[in-house]
């Protein structure tokens, strides 16, 4: 059952902490985003690679966020230092290539 | 700018009648169509999608579609069934450009009533 994988599913965590969120694609998908919903802005995207390569991280606020591929099969979207305003619920997503994204089941972020 | 809108917000529709979700784009280069679902505490999954070379695509109790010349596209269900209650949101992207990034709209959270 092949399935995008987001840990933690609940993260809460002090204003200033640094915070890292995680995926595992489909395993031969190539493309990977990263998207955040939150009720104001509904579905925003961050960021998004392709081939591990990042090809578009105009959404995210680039002094805090990072995101990386180190590998095929592991995402993973930093916050250093977080704040109370990154609150929201992270999700991954990958594709293959003409067909559609599967989302996981998101990381719900918290900072006090 | 909001380059997808979906504005309704809510929608409530009794069991066995249709519902009818909105979606608006603003981008013309976008050529690809799609519509996720969304249970609470769960990721969006896909439920159906158009390419704008058709006008009409459908899956069952599912049928989007899709009209360019007015940047419009709507998803009807029928009949609703009270587990259709779930936020939707409309999405979009611009194959065509090479890209596969989703735009998505706000969403509608849709109740369908027993």
């Known amino acids: 059952d092949a399935r995008v994988t987001q840990t933690p599913r609940h993260k809460v965590t002090e204003m200033g902490q640094e915070v890292t969120m995680r995926c595992q694609p489909i395993?031969?998908?190539?493309?990977v985003f990263w998207y955040r919903q939150t009720m104001m802005q509904g579905l925003e995207l961050l960021a998004y690679?392709?081939?591990?390569?990042?090809?578009?991280d105009s959404g995210m606020p680039k002094d805090r966020f990072s995101a990386e591929m180190p590998d095929a099969t592991l995402a993973t979207l930093k916050i250093q230092p977080s704040e109370p305003r990154d609150s929201a619920v992270y999700f991954c997503?990958?594709?293959?290539?003409?067909?559609?994204?599967?989302f996981g089941q998101g990381t719900r972020l918290t900072v006090v | 700018d909001q380059q997808v809108k979906q504005n309704s917000p809510s929608l409530s529709v009794q069991e066995g009648r249709i519902s009818i979700l909105n979606c608006d784009y603003t981008n013309s280069m976008f050529d690809y169509f799609l519509w996720y679902k969304k249970y609470p505490a769960e990721g969006p999954t896909f439920l159906i999608s158009?390419?704008?070379?058709?006008d009409k695509n459908e899956d069952g109790r599912f049928t989007v579609f899709l009209n360019k010349s007015a940047k419009h596209l709507s998803l009807h269900i029928v009949p609703s069934q009270p587990g259709d209650s779930a936020v939707y949101f409309c999405?979009?992207?611009?194959?065509?450009?090479?890209?596969?990034?989703?735009?998505f709209g706000k969403g509608t959270k849709l109740s369908v009533i027993p």
């Open positions: 999405a979009a992207s611009a194959h065509g450009a090479g890209s596969y990034q989703l735009t």
């Open positions: 997503a990958s594709v293959f290539v003409g067909t559609e994204a599967f």
């Open positions: 690679f392709r081939n591990r390569a990042p090809l578009d």
């Open positions: 158009i390419s704008s070379i058709k």
């Open positions: 395993l031969g998908h190539n493309t």
